[in-house]
């Protein structure tokens, strides 16, 4: 029996892997269709059938083996029609928006996705910050380039104000809203600037979860205090705190 439910476990591990490898393949061959740069070694046709398989395990992880907690987030959208049509193509590969549950989000990385970020959230039920992507692009900048890498910082007034704008619109859209990245690893006071916003989650990475969850309790518990809320200092964060793991529950109360 022992050997049974190791043999069931691993099965389910080698799926996931092999689900994880199938996606990285469709970006990489769908981002090389798009911008016409595919390689010689790999033809649209090929690049297609990568796809179809891509998206057909997508299916079984939530169908086959019942993880319908498992939610789609779109990478790198650059127009609200471009989300419209992932979401259609997604509907016609079996992942419906809202069927099973099912929640398409979409990442927050461009300048576009947060001026028009009213317009994306009526398309996609939720956002992810990338702060990595969204501040070099809003700052004009190669985080990579020894030229100008030295100016890239997340905690810059025109990033920050962009993340604000993006928190803000999520809110009016009663959307939930997440960060991926550095930014609230690296630096506690860019963690403190998110929760005094509202922000649904923080991912951090795993050897700053302690003591950046117990700054966010602190913060937490200072807006309570100002907002003259009679409650007791709570021992549970309200921000989602996740350790290299995109997950969102409902946020402060604004």
Same mark, same amino acid.
């Given at each position: ?78 127009? /609200?029609?471009? +989300?419209?049509?992932? $979401?259609? &193509? ?11 549950? =099912? %929640? ?90 998110? /929760?005094?916003? +509202?922000?649904?989650? $923080?991912? &951090? ?11 966010? =309790? %602190? ?36």
């Amino acid at each position: 029996m022992a050997e049974q439910e190791e043999s069931e476990s691993d099965r389910r591990f080698n799926n996931l892997i092999a689900i994880s490898i199938a996606f990285v393949a469709t970006f990489m061959a769908l981002s090389a269709i798009k911008s016409g740069n595919l390689d010689k070694a790999i033809s649209q046709t090929q690049a297609e059938r990568i796809d179809n398989w891509a998206w057909y395990q997508a299916v079984r992880v939530r169908e086959d083996m019942g993880l319908v907690n498992v939610k789609a987030m779109i990478p790198f959208c650059r127009t /609200v029609e471009e +989300g419209r049509r992932v $979401i259609e &193509l997604m509907a016609g590969y079996g992942l419906k928006q809202g069927e099973h549950d =099912l %929640e398409i989000y979409a990442m927050c990385e461009l300048p576009a996705n947060v001026i028009y970020a009213d317009e994306f959230l009526r398309v996609f039920d939720g956002y992810s910050i990338g702060s990595n992507d969204l501040t070099q692009l809003t700052l004009g900048l190669d985080r990579d380039s020894e030229m100008v890498a030295h100016l890239f910082d997340e905690r810059d007034g025109a990033v920050e104000r962009m993340v604000t704008l993006a928190i803000e619109a999520a809110q009016r859209a009663g959307k939930k809203i997440g960060i991926c990245g550095q930014a609230p690893s690296d630096y506690p006071e860019f963690a403190e600037f998110l /929760v005094q916003k +509202g922000i649904s989650s $923080i991912s &951090l990475n795993p050897d700053t979860v302690v003591q950046t969850t117990h700054k966010i =309790l %602190e913060v937490e518990n200072s807006l309570v205090t100002k907002s003259k809320k009679l409650t007791e200092p709570s021992l549970i964060t309200n921000t989602v705190i996740d350790s290299d793991v995109v997950q969102t529950i409902d946020g402060p109360e604004q």
